[in-house]
């Protein structure tokens, strides 16, 4: 143990000597310190404007007057997504997918995005997250320090007489491993820092505790790489291109291929296909404005039977109501159908291209992060979900009002005059069916669960690289 703390000791002591490795950390460390303060200053504005957003657009709906129900079917309401305590970190989809959505009777509109100023108002580094510096830049780091671990000691001449000492090519391997990983270490205290801040804001401790770890070994995973490349070529300059070169390739050539295949091979159909498709069984469900439609014939034949009536304004209910309830739930049952064939075929892509975590460590590294701070694919589609199942209540809350509240009469004459007009309203204490909305992330083993393929993944590339790294150790030579 003495030996190692020596080799990691004197390791330190030439990377403080060495101006390049400090000039290097301290942009680093500047890059880490502007994206987190960019990150932490858009989440606070977003989660403040959606939030104040969010509650602006309930008490709009609650404060409508009196009105004909499905005046505020169609009225609507919007719903927005506040950003969870980890999206600090890791944004994820965020930026790229919708935050609000129109909910409103008898459709399923798609989530609108974020004001495009809103990135733009923080500047040229607006795109860059604490997450993605260390995907991409944590790694450039770690191959700056390691690159000449062993190389170094073989260009002094200083390899032969460490060797003759006792010392083992693969204890001096694991004092330089030690360096590295202290190393390491100290560049996961702005996320350590991050995540208090996200406990604070409520987040789960084992999910701020599995994103720690993820990105540990991610970055040790590295520093294992690094040092075998070191052992296997004999110049410093060759070493650093091999992982500059390396590092292009996993960091930026292979997560773009790997989306390309994943599109070509996995292609889901495109919105106007969809849509045309959709529309064609839509008219076939019969349209729930008109009460006279023949797709209505059955139900209004089984009221007037169950009832023992002859005509519908004979009814106890508005038939007229009764329609719109039962043409919404089976419009709403073929919209969720198309939703949930969509959101099927985009989780297939997703999971196709995290199975590609294999050939890149920093694919698996995207793909765990995502899941564990709640920014993902799954996590989208939950909002999308909840929205829909929040609108269909609300829209049918107003529709059974639309049907046990006003009288068929008096609905059917309301565009008589202004008076009829008048008289075929509700209380708008009616509108008190729509419910008050938050999104709350899973818990943290369902994020755990969810990452699993991809920490799978990342374990293997550490697990590979380390045996590589011990078997080669063994057999150093000066």
Not at 16 to 45: D, E, G, M, Y
Not at 115 to 144: H, K, N, R, T
Not at 250 to 278: Q, T
Request: glycine residues 4%; contains cysteine; neutral net charge.
């Amino acid at each position: 143990m003495k030996q190692l703390m020596l080799i990691a000791h004197d390791e330190w002591r030439y990377w403080c000597r060495s101006q390049v490795v400090l000039v290097a950390t301290l942009i680093f460390l500047a890059l880490i310190l502007a994206t987190n303060f960019i990150s932490a200053a858009r989440l606070s504005a977003e989660s403040e404007t959606r939030t104040q957003h969010q509650s602006e657009a309930e008490q709009a709906f609650l404060a409508q007057p009196d009105r004909h129900p499905h005046r505020m079917v169609h009225y609507g309401h919007y719903l927005f997504r506040t950003p969870v305590p980890l999206s600090l970190f890791d944004p994820g989809l965020d930026a790229i997918t919708g935050q609000a959505i129109f909910l409103e009777g008898h459709r399923q509109n798609s989530l609108t995005f974020s004001e495009a100023g809103a990135s733009a108002d923080f500047g040229g580094l607006s795109w860059l997250s604490p997450a993605l510096m260390y995907q991409l830049f944590a790694p450039l780091m770690i191959v700056l320090l390691g690159h000449s671990a062993l190389v170094r000691e073989r260009e002094a001449s200083v390899l032969s007489p460490i060797l003759a000492l006792g010392v083992s090519g693969r204890k001096l391997m694991a004092g330089k491993a030690v360096a590295l990983t202290f190393f390491t270490t100290l560049l996961l205290v702005p996320l350590i820092i991050g995540a208090l801040l996200a406990y604070f804001q409520g987040e789960r401790l084992g999910a701020l505790l599995a994103l720690i770890a993820v990105y540990f070994f991610y970055c040790l995973v590295w520093v294992v790489l690094t040092l075998l490349v070191s052992t296997l070529v004999k110049r410093r300059s060759e070493v650093l291109i091999v992982m500059l070169s390396f590092w292009c390739v996993v960091s930026l050539v292979l997560p773009a291929l790997a989306v390309n295949i994943v599109s070509s091979y996995k292609a889901s159909a495109g919105k106007i296909e969809s849509d045309l498709a959709m529309q064609r069984d839509i008219e076939k469900l019969g349209n729930g404005h008109n009460a006279n439609d023949p797709a209505f014939l059955k139900l209004r034949s089984d009221l007037l039977e169950q009832h023992n009536v002859d005509h519908v304004e004979d009814l106890p209910v508005n038939f007229r109501g009764i329609v719109a309830l039962e043409g919404e739930r089976k419009l709403t049952e073929l919209l969720n159908q198309y939703a949930e064939a969509r959101m099927q075929a985009e989780q297939d892509q997703e999971r196709s291209l995290a199975k590609y975590g294999f050939i890149s460590p920093v694919l698996a590294v995207t793909f765990a992060s995502r899941a564990i701070a709640a920014t993902d694919l799954a996590h989208y589609h939950r909002f999308q979900r909840e929205a829909e199942a929040l609108r269909f209540d609300f829209v049918q809350g107003l529709n059974r009002a639309h049907a046990e509240k006003l009288s068929y009469q008096l609905d059917i004459h309301r565009y008589k005059d202004e008076a009829s007009a008048q008289r075929a309203r509700v209380d708008a204490s009616n509108w008190q069916v729509l419910n008050r909305y938050e999104f709350i992330a899973a818990d943290s083993s369902q994020r755990l669960g969810r990452a699993a393929s991809s920490l799978l993944n990342l374990f293997l590339w550490l697990l590979i690289s380390m045996v590589a790294l011990v078997w080669r150790s063994g057999s150093i030579k000066p």
